[in-house]
């Protein structure tokens, strides 16, 4: 997924179905699993680029800001 390409809204929505989907998988599976674990990789790297969105948003801000 490049940046940008998602919204933030449509990116905090994935989150929060990722999180939801790596909690059900801990409960059937257990914490230490193989499918936990790979859920709980996709979900960091899905708060990793909303992280950097919203970076990216503030940067802008502060540039017009500053003009």
């Known amino acids: 997924m490049g ?23 801990g409960l059937q599976y257990g ?6 674990l790979e859920a709980s990789e996709y979900l960091d790297g899905l ?3 909303y992280r950097s969105l919203i970076t990216e948003k503030e940067k802008a801000s502060d540039t017009i800001k500053h003009q």
Do not use: C
């Open 3 to 25: 940046r940008g390409l998602m919204d933030i809204s449509t990116l905090a929505e994935k989150i929060a179905s990722a999180r939801q989907e790596m909690i059900a998988l």
């Open 31 to 36: 914490l230490n699993s193989a499918p936990v």
């Open 47 to 49: 708060l990793n680029e």
